[in-house]
T-cell receptor
Framework: GENVEQHPSTLSVQEGDSAVIKCTYS??????FPWYKQELGKGPQLIIDIRSNVGEKKDQRIAVTLNKTAKHFSLHITETQPEDSAVYFC?????????FGRGTSLIVHP | EAGVAQSPRYKIIEKRQSVAFWCNPI?????LYWYQQILGQGPKLLIQFQNNGVVDDSQLPKDRFSAERLKGVDSTLKIQPAKLEDSAVYLC????????????????FGSGTRLTVV
């Protein structure tokens, strides 16, 4: 089955800095890569996704890049704000159910 | 649109007792999922329904867990008997995507039920 590794497990940044979270996957058949944000006491919320026919996608302050050859994808958050503090999960899937990474706890200090 | 509704929000039970969780997905979403999220980990799929049929239950501990989706809408997940290691947040999610059509869309998750087994 698919195996998704996510790093780092914890990321601490100052407000206004950029944050980057990286994930690798094992199954070359994976073609769908969503990212979720989970705030305390809530379920994960989809924030951006990318498909394997696209190398990069942006939505305001967040962007995701995909390198199919290396089997890794990354989430980039620019101009971080305290409300960005949460746990972020990457996932990789294809004809099967997406497998989630273990999560990155992002802390943005004011 | 209304989100995915789950109840109860919290449940504390003793080991060997039984418990049930309820989920109402977003209207029109054919696919419904139950996930188990242990503290500090990512969600792990337990079971997937498409309409009222089970698509994937390969990771469901069938000796103690069961789930059903009534009339292709609401779903219940039951644990009987519960073990200490079942302590986790149980998340329900729904999606427009249909696996039989090879569709992959993002999920909408509910807020989850936090289960503590003592």
């Amino acid at each position: 089955g698919e195996n998704v590794e996510q790093h780092p497990s914890t990321l601490s940044v100052q407000e206004g800095d950029s944050a980057v979270i990286k994930c690798t996957y094992s199954d070359s058949a994976s073609n769908y890569f969503p990212w979720y944000k989970q705030e305390l006491g809530k379920g994960p919320q989809l924030i951006i996704d990318i498909r394997s026919n696209v190398g990069e996608k942006k939505d305001q302050r967040i962007a995701v890049t995909l390198n199919k050859t290396a089997k890794h994808f990354s989430l980039h958050i620019t101009e971080t704000q305290p409300e960005d503090s949460a746990v972020y999960f990457c996932a990789a899937g294809g004809s099967y159910i997406p497998t989630f990474g273990r999560g990155t706890s992002l802390i943005v200090h004011p | 649109e209304a989100g995915v509704a789950q109840s109860p929000r919290y449940k504390i039970i003793e080991k060997r007792q039984s418990v049930a969780f309820w989920c109402n997905p977003i209207s029109g979403h054919a696919t419904l999922y139950w996930y188990q999220q242990i503290l500090g980990q990512g969600p792990k799929l337990l079971i997937q329904f498409q309409n009222n049929g089970v698509v994937d239950d390969s990771q469901l501990p069938k000796d103690r867990f069961s789930a059903e989706r009534l009339k292709g809408v609401d779903s219940t997940l039951k644990i009987q008997p519960a073990k200490l290691e079942d302590s986790a947040v149980y998340l329900c999610a729904s999606s427009l995507g249909r696996r039989d059509r090879g569709q992959n869309y993002g999920y909408t998750f509910g807020s989850g039920t936090r289960l503590t087994v003592v």
